[in-house]
């Protein structure tokens, strides 16, 4: 009995080295100390002995019972130390700091808060939102859009070009996403670009080398200018107020054919003419024009059969009149006066 005890004894040191979590504690409580335990067994097998020899294995077993209880006992306040350390840990604080909730909270910047605007807009008409890369090749800013090496509507775009590397650029409109988006997704199509575009440009109240723009792209059999002007009075009227009138103006951009320059009607003075619109009654607001044929071979797509028109807002532009900011340098400084304004 005494030798069942000692091997009863080594397993449970064996056993006992493993636990690592309660679960694994308990269970070796209830296999070595629990009413149909181990030693509960043996010291049941206790009463068949003579009496000098019983007191000798009742001794044993207490023995072996109280160490295996200081064991548990030990390994119970290890695992709760363990715990408390994980709590500590989870819950830590840095108590130098000066005052706790100091920092207020935040909002979304007013360009942010404008483009999320327009893109629920449009996201109800149908459009799909669209991203592309800011570094971008040549070809598609350029080339793909109409716009070859030798073509003066380069000089009207101040480039970043990259240092070292060959035909790599800093995207100076959104445009890009327009050939991209085609070859990805074929017609019929419907899609608004949202981003930030950089130009070498010498800084003013009206000039900044990063801005924001939203450009659009719809291609399908059948579109005509008159898709294109009912889609921008739309959001025209979504922006500025119901009684907002559009008008469209020739002008030349490289990847449409025809091309306009759109205005809106005045939102501070209703087309009566005042400081804003320098008294002419209107705002310009966004450049647009049915895509060039070029620009939609570029795109995997035959002009022969399919059509379509483009638009694009000055996202910065838009902000800059919503809000009567007069100096663009606000948008892009980081300043939290300004910031917190909106």
Known sequence: MKKQLDELQEAFA???????????????????????GKLKDLMQQMAGLADEERKL????????????????????????????????????????QPVLGAVGKGSLHPV??????????????GFV?????????????????????THPARDMQDTFYIEGQTNVVMRTHTSPVQVRSMRKWGTPLRVVVPGRCFRNEATDVRHEHTFH???????DKGISMADMKGVLETVAQHLYGKDTRVRLRPKFYPFVEPGVNGEVTCFLCKGEGCRLCKKTGWLEVFGAGMVHPNVLREGGIDPDV?????????????????YGIDDIRHLESGDLRFLKQF
């Open 57 to 96: 294995i009742g001794k044993r077993a207490n023995e072996v019972k109280e160490a295996i209880e200081q064991s548990f006992s030990e390994i119970e306040n290890r695992l709760s130390a363990s715990e408390r350390e994980g709590a500590m840990e989870r819950e830590w604080i840095d108590v130098t």
């Open 306 to 322: 399919y059509s379509g028109f483009a638009f694009g807002f000055g996202l910065t532009r838009l902000v800059m009149l919503k």
């Open 14 to 36: 064996k056993q006992v080295e493993k636990i690592t979590d309660r679960e694994e504690l308990e269970r070796l409580k209830t296999e070595f100390l629990g009413r149909k």
């Open 129 to 149: 939102i669209a991203d592309g890369p800011e570094l971008e090749s040549d070809f598609y800013n350029f080339t793909a859009l109409n716009i070859p090496p």
């Open 112 to 125: 942010t808060q404008v483009q999320q605007d327009l893109e629920d807009l449009f996201s109800s008409m």
């Open 213 to 219: 723009q939203l450009e659009g792209l719809v291609v």
